[in-house]
């Protein structure tokens, strides 16, 4: 038996030893080929995945079949993970890497990488307060109006709440209706809003200031004559709407 030890394709003669061969004086020479395997297995590899993250979870078990490798030259190849997670097993929301690597017996190497992406297309869920109906503060032409509303939620962290319309808590709410809107965004951008309303009733009449007349506006011919509202009001105020003494019409007297 021969045993030789190669680094590359090659031929090479090997005499014989011990007298001639075939009753010639010559020795024999045979010549022997040596086939030095460099070709790498060739490898079944899986495409990319994707899939959406289950209901409420921030994550989807994904099942796959591993790579799997033949090769001309070794029976069996072996298939080594490199990175990545399991068939089975709960990808979380985004992309992972899966890599393996697949060798023959002479250790020719072959790396089969892939991704599964998981999805996250669950709104956040947010919930507005109850329509809000005050008084206007005492002298103001609105009110200071607090409220309180839940931070949001959502299958995956990361969500954020914002205003989108309206006033914060705590602000000054003018008379009238005020929409408040606020928005939920998540970490994958998706969006949820819920809005109510703030109603601020003008309840506060205009103060009309008298002056004190203690003369009596009684003629000498007991007869009527007209006298100019200005003599009696000296000014008219409101905490909304800006009044003058023309807009006062005396229903009574």
């Avoid at 022997?32 to 590899?45: A, K, Q, S």
């Avoid at 929301?93 to 999805?119: A, M, R």
């Avoid at 000054?172 to 969006?191: C, E, H, K, Q």
């Amino acid at each position: 038996s021969i045993t030789v030890t190669v680094s590359e394709t090659t031929i090479y003669s090997v005499k014989g030893i011990g007298g001639c061969v075939d009753g010639e004086d010559d020795v024999e020479c045979v010549q022997i080929e040596v086939i030095l395997d460099n070709v790498p297995p060739e490898v079944d590899c899986p495409a990319d995945i994707s899939e959406e993250a289950e209901d409420g979870m921030c994550y989807a078990e994904v099942d796959f079949e591993e790579p799997t490798g033949t090769d001309d030259c070794s029976e069996e190849v072996t298939v080594t993970q490199l990175e990545g997670l399991e068939s089975g097993a709960q990808f979380p929301v985004g992309l992972t890497s899966q890599k393996y690597s697949i060798t023959d017996e002479y250790g020719n190497e072959t790396i089969c990488e892939f991704t599964i992406t998981v999805l996250d297309t669950q709104d956040p869920e947010i919930v507005c307060p109850e329509n809000i109906e005050v008084k206007n503060d005492p002298g103001e032409c609105g009110a200071v109006v607090e409220y309180k509303i839940d931070d949001p939620t959502d299958n995956c962290p990361g969500v954020e709440m914002k205003l989108t319309e309206g006033l914060e808590s705590g602000e000054f709410f003018p008379v009238g209706i005020t929409t408040v809107t606020y928005t939920a965004t998540d970490a994958s951008g998706n969006t949820r809003s819920c809005s109510f309303t703030v109603t601020v009733n003008d309840v506060e009449p205009p103060v009309i200031e008298v002056e004190d007349i203690k003369n009596s506006k009684w003629p000498p011919n007991h007869k009527h004559f007209e006298l100019e509202i200005d003599e009696f009001i000296i000014s008219v105020t409101d905490n909304c709407t800006d009044l003058t003494i023309d807009d006062i019409i005396i229903d009574d007297v």
